[in-house]
Each structure stands twice: as C-alpha cells, then as structure tokens.
C-alpha cells in the first residue's frame, strides 16, 4: 500500500529553532515521516512577505535544513526541500489569487494581528497573500494531512475552502487536505514570562532556549528562569506559571509525568529543579545541535541534499500544476 502523502512548512526566520518549535513541530514531523510519505517545506517566499537581510536569509534557510534534519528528519524518507526551489509554489499562488475574495483574504486574523502592530503601510501585498500562498503549498502536493499548530488553523480552513471552489468550478483538481493541530501537551513558556509561549520575538532572550545555543548558555537561561517565592514545587499554571513552565519543560521531554515530578521533588529547593530540568535539556538539544553544526560544516553536501529533496518535490508538483493549468484554460506550450 502507497502511504498518503502529508505536507507541511516552515519559516527560516530565525537562526536557530527554539525549544518550542523542537517540542511542538519538530519532533512530531519526525514521527509522522514512517506513517507518511512527508513533503517538508522551507518557506523562503513566505519569509521575504516582511523585510530580510538577503545573507541572512540564506544563512537562516540553511540552518533551518540543518537542524530538522539532525533532530531527525530522515532524507530518505521525507522530503525536505526549499520552496523557492520548487517554482510551481509561486505559480499555482497566482492561479489561487484568481479565485480568492478580497474579503475572504481581509478575514485572516494572522494577518490582521500583524497589521495592526507594524501599521497597514509597512505591510506587503505579499503580507495579505501569505495564506494563498500557503494554500499552494498544500494543494500541489495532494495531501491528505498537514500537521500544524493552532495558530494555522484558519489558514487550512481557507485552504480547504478554495481547494472546494476550484474542484467545482473546474472539475476535481485537488484532495481536500485535514489539518492536524499538533496537540499542546508540550506547550513551552517563556522562562522569563512565563504566561506568554516561547516565541522567537521573545522581549529578552533569556527567556528563549534555542536548540543552537551553547550548552552552557542554555544551563543559564534555565537556572535565571523566573520562578515565586512560596518555594512549593507544584504544578499551577495560574498561581506558579515559572514552576509549572519548568515542571512541562522537564516532562515533555523525559516523558516522566508531572505528578511523579512532584512526588520526587517535594521539599526539595528551587535550584534542584532547574539543576535537573538543565540536564534533561541540554541532553535532549546537545546532540542535535553537534550534529547540525557538522552538517553546516559541509554546505555542498547539505545543498545537494536540499536538491535531492526539491527533486522528489518538483515532480509531484509539477504534475499537480500542470492539471490545473490545463483545467483554468492554459494551451500547453510545444
Ligand atoms: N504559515 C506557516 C507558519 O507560520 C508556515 C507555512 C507555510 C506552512 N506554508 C505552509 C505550514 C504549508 C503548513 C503548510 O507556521
């Protein structure tokens, strides 16, 4: 039996993935490959809908392979590749564009929270397409799932959406794609406010545990971790959101359950917790981290790599493209 195709994607927007995206995505990416046949994309064209510095990006694009693939993303299962490399993203966005709503488009929340915050001039055209372009995505690769989290919800609606008009305007084009929330039992906090999730755009980096980090630096991130002073080590989001954050941390990773962290660790200090949760940390990112170093080490064989996996890409979605430009009323050129 052919195993049903997923797909999903990733921003290279940072230098390093933090401890939420390895516990959130990563890790379920990786489980989800033996199950499916994945296609993981490297979003490059959605990273340029906001300013880049070009060498950055390209410096970020291959740090982003690097560490999906030493956390475990195995090239020969999946394919990982970067979306500028496959042009029929770009190419079936713009047929998409074509039957998409201005005010359908206008309702996208992401949208709208990120306008509001840098004001609507410094936002792009490209910015109010994000989600079509997303679709794209998808849709190419006729997939039956796409593991996402929460906040991409309304984005696979919308995708489902225009997969649905397309099929019955023009016949049937497209699988109607499910999403899969990746479910929050690993929900990661901010170590210096812990009511807010580990983000990227973290207000002070102390609070952002990257898988790129020194070994040392992440043992002081984690023992500078905001905490209380009632000194009980209890799980209690509302009332101890340090010490629960890190009691999540901890179990999310060793898979030792919270009730059994506080059995072991009742009357015990502050410091013992972190001292612990430090050690489960860095022994979980450590290796990731040495290995993606070494595959950085070798950028012709990572590109050839990222080339294998644009390889694999382009000919499913190329096929996906080519229907849809014959079905819209393209003639083929000879
Ligand atoms: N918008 C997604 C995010 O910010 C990234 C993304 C782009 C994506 N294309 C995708 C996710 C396709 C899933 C499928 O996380």
Redesign the pocket.
Known sequence: MTKPNL?????PSAGSLHLGNYLG?LVNWAKMQDDYNAFY?I?DL?AITVPQDPNELRENTRRTAAQYLAAGIDSEKAALFV?SHVPAHAQLAWVLNCITGMGEAGRMT?FKDKTQKGGSDSASVGLFT??I??AA??LLYQPKV????E??RQ??EL?RDLATRFNSRFGQTFVIPEAVILKETAKIYDLQAPESKMSKSAADPKGLVNIMDEPSAVVKKIKSAVTDTDGVIRFDRENKPGISNLLGIHSAISGESIASLEARFEGAGYGALKGEVADVVVGAIEPIRDRAIELLSDRTELDRLLAAGAARANEVAEKTLADVYDKVGFIKPI
């Open positions: 797909l999903s994607g990733m921003q995505a994309c979003v959605h979306q992401q994000y989600p372009l997303q995505d998808i796409v593991p996402v989290g906040d991409q984005h696979l995708t």
